[in-house]
């Protein structure tokens, strides 16, 4: 862990000797006091906050769609969305909302973490986990993302 | 939800369900409960810190079960198949709501509270807004939310326990209240004596138990029946069909507006209930606060995918043992309410492994009911009663008034479950209008607007509870005799209102109202002090944090100086 508690508004050298190489990302968070900028929801005031909503809405939006479509094309078009799926043999309303709108949510969740990881790593950031390592992979895919170093 | 509400008051034993004393099964819940308390004194904590928030060391995979067991009441194991049986497309709105709302959670609020690091749900409130009068709304409100969501556990182990039990005969109760009160009371003497020791654990066991039992259950009657073979949460798609347009037909029993309503109410509720949130205290980073919130709501996907197949198999069997399931009489709410537990029976199977299924039910209620009381008990002990009555209380006395108030809540709750005025489902979900209402808001905005303060906390909190309170006298209070003569003939006293405000749904008015309540006060009246900014800003800054560190020690150690002001 990084003592963190010590930041003092940017004073610090940040022409980085090794600049040109450095991600912009990471460059950029390491020029930023995040106490010193305002948290809105609506005006992300650091880089990192707007690459992180811009995550979040895209999400946001994708779940809503998820989410409450199906049910309201139920309310609009009764016929065309109760019409029974070949196969499974469910009604389609009830199919995308039963287990469509769920596993919807689950598929964003993960994409959702994984994105935020990957946004962690382009800006330098190590979370300098320990224990979280094997056992904390979803399907086997987290181990890449995130676990710098 | 007026359609459900009548009929149930008629008999409170579902019809259909073997009532009488069973040995295995009643073996297995013994062992059950020992079991519980037995993992509690292994890992039994000495320390604050590892009493309530165990000790921010909790990982991935282990969160995420203690979310899903946490998450996994009465409601979901029982009253979400009676729902979905009774109400059909309606009840999909459950499945929705209860399983949606944790990607909310996820991408607005889990890292963040983990950030944040504090205790208890009247905590995080408290110390953002700088407010005793804050902390002691948000504690009431989670005592309350504990209380209202318990009546729908006290329900579903009551029910589930005359199938075990038998009926015990209580002089001057019925079957079904004596199994409340006799499980009501395991329950508070469980608590009490454990604790919140080795709850965390605990919670991982009782996760593995419910949903063990749970797809066991499913899988079993589904195969011995005929229903299904590998996949019965896809299979059950083609018995649809033959369940009578009721089960599947959209908005036959419930209307597009309630239905969203519902969904809503139920989203924004996981996002403020004090239960939940706690669990982000309890894990070593924010990393893991994501991650395990994925792991959760993986781990609840795997019930609630399969309640639906269940409901279909119990309506069927149901229909072709007892009666039709719809229409005058059909299915009672309280078969409903243990559909799961009936469907099992009906299909002949063997008593243990019946039992096993209501065991499962058990579990599931008596962990949501330990998780509620300790955050109801802790809301009263620690925020109103050593921060606001008696600053030098000693550990005697906040365990002393802790106890009390969980008795006091087990209490209530019995008393309330004795003739409860909704199914299970509904109950919970009025307990989720509330956090969604009263405390979702003040998370929300507290942690993305850095210039939400005191005043607009308190004038958005007193809204979403009046505006929550509203529907409960005009349609629920009147099924418990109070106000009964001011109600209608369909027992609410104003019908346009509880169409437009229900009770159960009621979250879908109060959040935005309480939003710009809470924003035009806070814009109108002095920014919070710069300390509170800060430690917002920290909640979101993405440089790494030491485990056991709050925003608010980083904030702290900045030394910009000045208290937070007082009330």
Redesign the interface.
């Known amino acids: ?2 003592d ?4 003092e508004p940017a004073d610090e050298p940040t022409v980085e000797p090794d600049g040109g190489v450095a991600a912009s990302g990471s460059r950029s ?1 390491r020029d930023v006091d ?8 609506l005006r992300p005031s650091t880089p ?2 707007r690459d ?1 909503l811009r ?2 809405w895209t ?2 939006a994708a ?1 809503a769609l ?3 479509g199906p ?2 094309l ?2 609009v078009a ?1 016929g065309v ?2 019409t ?2 070949p196969v ?4 389609l ?3 995308l ?3 469509g ?6 598929t ?3 994409w ?2 994984r994105k ?2 990957a946004l ?1 790593e382009e ?1 330098g ?8 390592g094997p ?2 992979a ?1 399907e086997g895919t ?1 181990t890449d993302g ?1 676990r710098a170093e | 939800m007026t359609g459900l509400l009548v009929p149930l008051q008629s008999g409170l034993l579902p019809e259909g369900l073997n009532v009488s004393f069973k040995l295995v099964p009643a073996i297995m819940v013994t062992a059950m409960l020992l079991l519980f308390l037995a993992i509690g004194y292994v890992f039994k904590v000495a320390d604050t810190e590892g009493m309530w928030v165990g000790g921010r ?1 909790i ?3 282990e969160n995420g079960m203690a979310i899903g067991a946490n998450w996994m009441s009465a409601a979901s194991y029982l009253g979400m198949a009676a729902l979905i049986a009774l109400s059909g ?1 309606y009840g ?2 459950f ?2 709501g209860w ?2 709302g ?3 959670l ?3 609020m889990a ?1 963040q509270m983990r950030r944040f690091g504090k205790y208890t749900a009247p905590d995080f409130v408290g110390d953002r807004f700088n407010s005793d009068g804050a902390r002691a709304i948000a504690a009431v409100t989670t005592f309350l939310i504990g209380f209202v969501y318990a009546i729908g556990q006290a329900r579903g182990m009551g029910l589930v326990g005359v199938y075990i039990f038998g009926d015990i005969g209580i002089p001057g109760l019925s079957g079904y209240q004596s199994m409340v009160v006799a499980m009501m009371a395991i329950t508070v003497g469980y608590l009490t004596l454990s604790g919140m020791l080795g709850a965390t654990k605990n919670m991982a066991v009782q996760y593995v138990i419910l949903i063990v039992a749970f797809l066991a259950g499913l899988y079993v009657v589904g195969f011995t029946q005929g229903y299904s073979t590998v996949l019965p ?2 299979e059950y ?5 033959q369940l009578g347009t009721e089960f ?4 036959v029993n419930e209307s ?1 507006y309630l ?2 309503a519902t ?1 809503f109410s139920l ?1 924004v509720g996981t996002c403020g209930l004090p239960h939940v949130l706690v669990r982000f205290y309890t894990v ?5 606060a ?2 395990s ?3 959760g ?2 781990f609840i ?1 795997l019930l ?2 399969s309640a ?1 197949a269940f409901a279909a198999f119990g309506t069927d069997l149901y229909a072709q043992n007892i009666g039709p399931v719809y229409g005058d009489p059909g299915m009672t709410s309280a078969a409903g309410d243990v559909i799961v537990v009936l469907a099992a029976q009906l299909a002949n199977l063997p008593t243990w492994f019946v039992g096993l299924v209501a065991a499962g039910g058990i579990a599931a209620a008596i962990a949501t009911t330990a998780g509620l009381f300790i955050a109801g008990s802790s809301a009263i002990a620690h925020d109103i009663y050593v921060n606001i009555v008696n600053e030098d209380a000693t550990q005697r006395q906040q365990v002393l008034v802790g106890r009390l108030s969980i008795v006091a809540l087990g209490v209530f709750t019995t008393l309330a479950a004795l003739d409860p005025a909704a199914p299970i489902a509904a109950l919970v979900s009025y307990a989720f209008s509330l956090a969604g209402a009263v405390l979702f808001p003040m998370f929300f905005l507290g ?5 939400t303060n005191r005043q607009g906390a308190l004038a958005g909190m007193t809204t979403g509870l009046l505006i929550w309170f509203t529907p409960i006298v005009n349609e629920v209070l009147p099924s418990y005799g109070l106000f009964a003569g001011a109600a209608g003939a369909d027992g609410v006293i104003f019908p346009a209102l509880a169409q437009w405000l229900p009770a159960i749904g009621s979250a879908l008015v109060a959040v935005p109202v309480v939003f710009a309540v809470t924003i035009g006060v806070s814009l109108v009246t002095d920014e919070p002090p710069l300390e509170t ?2 430690m ?12 056991q ?1 709050t925003a608010e ?3 702290g ?2 030394g910009s100086g000045g208290t937070p002001a007082d009330d």
């Open positions: 862990m990084s963190d508690s010590t930041r968070h995040y106490l010193d900028r305002e948290v809105n929801l990192f906050m992180h995550i979040i999400g946001f779940w998820v989410v409450f049910v309201t139920t309310a009764p969305m109760t029974t799926m499974v043999g469910f009604p309303h009830y199919f909302v039963a287990i709108a769920p596993v919807g949510a689950l964003l969740a993960f959702y973490a935020r990881d962690d800006y950031i190590n979370h300098g986990t320990t224990a979280d056992d904390g979803p987290a995130g | 060391s990982g991935n995979v497309f999909l709105a499945i929705v399983s949606a944790y990607f909310i996820l991408i607005f890292a949460q896809i798609g083609a018995l649809i069909s599947s037909e959209p908005f597009y239905w969203i969904a989203v070593e980073s924010e990393r893991t994501r991650w919130t994925v792991w709501l993986g996907l609630y995918l639906p942690l993305w607007w850095e210039n900014k800060r917002v800003r920290q909640c979101h800054s993405p440089e790494p944090m030491g485990q560190q020690d980083v904030v150690n900045d």
